[in-house]
């Protein structure tokens, strides 16, 4: 790739002009010249890379003030620990940037010349990796629109876990079986996501099977009992159980019961539990799937 294409030209015949003048001065014996000219440029690199050092650590100094006021300004607004931690980083990369575009300025070098590179560096960086830059937007979308938050149980991707952490690039869920899963930004920020702990209660339904024949109002009463016995079940709203469905061999009965969120598998289980063995004690019959089969006779 030729150097023009990369550097500006006006970078590009500063080096020239500097090279064919010392090439001049070797070429004409003026060795006097040449160390003047060594001097002057040891002088002027020193003396710029004093400035750009000085420059350096106050700007650096100033950018540990402006972030400990902004952490301040964030935690008094109650900024979630993730879209804080993100915001922080931004504005560190940002505020050293300025600095060094700064100190480029500062020393000498066109700041044009400098914009130009570092645009050509980031096209190229961009280029290679584009593939994230979606992750990467998404990121985005989740930390500031937080349709969840670290702890959340969610369930999204067709995967289901406990939200550990949101990356810039990349979710992370623990599955219930301690599993770990990276879950791209890109996909989760734009499908459909489940969180299960937004709300602080649920409702679990329950369906029972019931051979034809039974007692409804009975079935009821003691799918009503068992719900109001439970301590975790909710008195408001009431728990509900009524006949929901006639199958080929079986009547179905559907039991809700609200719950808090954080009791809502205990109740399931509980719930679930409870009403085979009243069941089994009352001597109701549970039905299954069965098949007849006829066979013929010659």
Known sequence: MPLNSVVPDSLVANIAKTENSFAEMVQEGRFEDLGNYFITWGIDFVSKLAIALVLFFVGRWVIRQVKKVIDKVMFRRKVEPTLREFLRNLINIALYVILVVLIVNVVGTQTVSIAAI?????????????????????????????????????????????????????????TADNKTIYIPNGPLSTGNIINYNTQLTRRTDIVVNIDYGADVEMIKSLLLN???????????????????????????????????????????????EEIYKQLTQRGINIPFPQMTVHLAKD
């Open 226 to 272: 068992i719900a109001h016995a439970h301590p975790q079940v909710l008195k408001t709203p009431e728990p509900f159980a009524r006949m929901t469905k006639m199958n080929d061999s079986s009547i179905d009965f559907t039991l809700r019961a609200w719950a808090d969120t954080e009791d809502y598998w205990n109740v399931t289980h509980d719930l679930n």
């Open 118 to 174: 570092i645009g050509s560096a980031g096209l190229a960086i961009g280029l290679s990796v584009k593939d994230n830059l979606a992750n990467f937007a998404g990121g985005v979308m989740l930390l500031f629109n937080k349709p969840f938050r670290a702890g959340d149980f969610i369930e999204a991707q067709e995967m289901s876990g406990t939200v550990q952490s949101i990356g810039i690039l990349y979710t992370i869920l623990t």
